[in-house]
C-alpha cells in the first residue's frame, strides 16, 4: 500500500482553512486505498517526511511557506513528489504583484494597480474610487476591503498591512465573478467554471468558508462567449506562470463581457464547499478521485524531472 503524507495547518493566517482542507483530503485518500498520515508544520518535524518515506506528499497548506514555494524546494531537495505547482511558479502566483506583472508582458488584461509605499504615504491614484485594497502575499481574501472614498484608504491599508507586506490597490471592476479551475500537467484541462455568488455581495473569507454565504451556479448565468473568453485567459496564465497540477483563478467579467484576470490560486481550498472540488464535481470528478488524481499528477511531474519509475 502506498503511503502518502498530508501537509495541513502551517502558520499562515489560513491555517484553519488549510486544517479543513486536509482533513477532506486524507479522509478521501482513505477511501481510494492510500495509506495516510496529516503532518502539521506548524506541530510536527519535518523530519518525519525522511522517516516515512513517502511516495508523495498532498501539500493542503494554503497561504505563507505552504504555498509560496518554500515547501515545494524542500521537496524538491528531498526528491520527493509533491502535489501542485513546482517553486517558482508556486512563488510567482502567491506574489499578486509579480503575478499581474507577467500577465500584463503577455498581454493578459489584469485591472490597473498601485503599488503602496512603505511608509504608508496616501497617493493620488491614477484610477477612481471605488477601489481595492489587497496584500499581495495572501489568499482566501484575507486583508482585502473595498474602499469607497479617499478617506477610508488609509484605514484599509492598515488593516492590510496587518497581514504582512507588499500592499497594492486595485482598480475596481463591476461585474460578475468566476472561478475557472485548471487540471493536468502537460495537457491541461479547464473543468466547468463557475459563477460565484456571495450573499452579502463581496466574496470575502467569511462568504468564502461559512456555509450558505454564498453559492455556486454552474453553468454560469453568463453568455457563453464571455465564459469561454475567461476559461481561455485562465488557461494562459495558468500557463504563463508555469503552473502545474491544479490551479483556480477568480476572474470579474464586466458589463461588456470584458474578462479581468484577479490571481491565480496553486493550492485552491478543498473543502466540502469549496470551489474547485465543486468544479470537478461537475465534471464528473468525485472527490476522492480528485485527490487521487492529483497524487497521480504529483508523481508523473516527478518521475519527469527526477527520472522516478514507481507508479501510484
Known amino acids: 500500500m502506498k503511503k502518502i503524507i498530508v501537509l495541513k495547518g502551517g502558520n499562515s493566517p489560513e491555517r484553519e482553512v488549510s486544517l479543513r482542507s486536509g482533513a477532506a483530503v486524507e479522509e ?5 486505498g492510500f495509506k495516510v498520515a496529516g503532518l502539521d508544520p506548524k506541530r510536527d518535524s519535518l523530519k518525519l517526511l525522511l522517516k516515512e518515506k513517502p511516495c508523495c506528499v498532498f501539500i493542503a497548506l494554503h497561504g505563507g511557506a505552504g504555498e509560496d514555494g518554500t515547501i515545494q524546494a524542500f521537496l524538491e531537495t528531498l526528491k520527493i513528489p509533491y502535489t501542485g505547482s513546482p517553486p517558482l511558479a508556486s512563488a510567482l502566483a502567491m506574489n499578486k504583484l509579480f503575478a499581474k506583472k507577467i500577465f500584463l508582458y503577455h498581454k493578459l488584461p ?35 476591503s473595498i474602499v469607497e472614498r479617499k478617506k477610508d484608504l488609509a484605514g484599509a491599508i492598515k488593516m492590510a ?6 500592499i497594492f490597490i486595485e482598480k475596481y471592476i463591476e461585474g460578475k465573478e468566476v472561478a475557472v ?3 493536468g500537467n ?18 470575502d473569507y467569511h462568504a468564502k468558508y461559512t456555509p450558505g454565504e ?10 457563453e462567449r464571455f465564459v469561454r473568453k475567461a476559461e481561455a485567459i485562465a488557461l494562459k496564465a495558468h500557463q504563463v506562470l508555469g503552473c502545474k497540477g491544479f490551479s483556480r483563478t477568480e476572474i470579474i467579467i464586466d458589463k461588456k463581457g470584458n474578462p479581468w484576470l484577479l490571481d491565480v490560486n496553486t493550492i485552491p481550498g478543498l473543502t466540502k464547499i469549496s470551489l ?9 470528478i468525485s472527490f476522492p478521485s480528485l485527490c487521487a488524481k492529483l497524487i497521480e499528477l ?15
Open 181 to 183: 479551475s485548471i487540471l
Open 161 to 166: 498591512r496587518g497581514f504582512g507586506s507588499p
Open 28 to 32: 478521501a485518500l482513505k477511501e481510494k
Open 298 to 312: 504529483g508523481v508523473e511531474k516527478a518521475r519527469e524531472k527526477y527520472g522516478r519509475k514507481k507508479q501510484v
Open 276 to 284: 474547485f472540488p465543486d468544479a470537478a464535481k461537475a465534471a464528473g
Open 214 to 223: 454564498s453559492f455556486h451556479l454552474i453553468p454560469p448565468k453568463i453568455p
Open 110 to 144: 489584469t485591472p490597473e494597480f498601485y503599488s503602496v509605499k512603505e511608509d504608508n504615504t496616501i497617493p493620488s491614484l491614477p484610477f477612481p474610487y471605488p477601489v481595492v485594497v489587497k496584500p499581495a502575499n495572501l489568499g482566501s481574501t484575507l486583508g482585502v
Open 186 to 203: 502537460r495537457n491541461p484541462v479547464i473543468l466547468p467554471t463557475i459563477q460565484i455568488i456571495a450573499k452579502k455581495g463581496f466574496y
